[in-house]
Nanobody
C-alpha cells in the first residue's frame, strides 16, 4: 500500500509560480510511474503530467507543455510539479497518483491517489 500526500498548493496571481510536492509513505515510489492530474471547478479530472519510474521520460498535457515540469527524487520518495506562468485556467485541485502500467495519461491506470491540493490563480 502506498499513501500519497500533496503539498504546495495555494493562491497565486496570474503569471506566478508554484511548486507542488507529493510525498509517499508505506512503500518506495521507485518502481512506480507517477502522474499529476487536476480537477477544475465543475469539470472532470484531467491529466497534467507524468514521469516514468526512473525519471527518464516525461509526458505533458498540451495545455501545460512548456510551463509545467514534473520531476522526481526517488531517494526522498517525492515527486514534484513546478508550475510557471500560471493563469486562471490552471485553477483546480491537483492530485498526484502512482501506478504501474505504461498508459501515462489515463487516470484509470493509476492505483494510488493523494487527497489533492488546491491551486487558485487570480487574474
Amino acid at each position: 500500500q502506498v499513501q500519497l500526500v500533496e503539498s504546495g498548493g495555494g493562491l497565486v496571481q496570474a503569471g506566478g509560480s508554484l511548486r507542488l510536492s507529493c510525498t509517499a509513505s508505506g512503500r518506495a515510489l521507485g518502481s512506480y510511474k507517477m502522474g499529476w492530474f487536476r480537477q477544475p471547478p465543475g469539470k472532470e479530472r484531467e491529466f497534467v503530467a507524468a514521469i516514468t519510474w526512473n525519471g527518464g521520460n516525461t509526458y505533458y498535457a498540451d495545455s501545460v507543455k512548456g510551463r509545467f515540469t514534473i520531476s522526481r527524487d526517488n531517494a526522498r520518495n517525492t515527486v514534484y510539479l513546478q508550475m510557471n506562468s500560471l493563469n486562471p485556467e490552471d485553477t483546480a485541485v491537483y492530485y498526484c497518483a502512482a501506478g504501474s502500467s505504461t498508459n501515462y495519461g489515463a487516470a484509470l491506470s493509476y492505483r494510488y491517489w493523494g487527497q489533492g491540493t488546491q491551486v487558485t490563480v487570480s487574474s
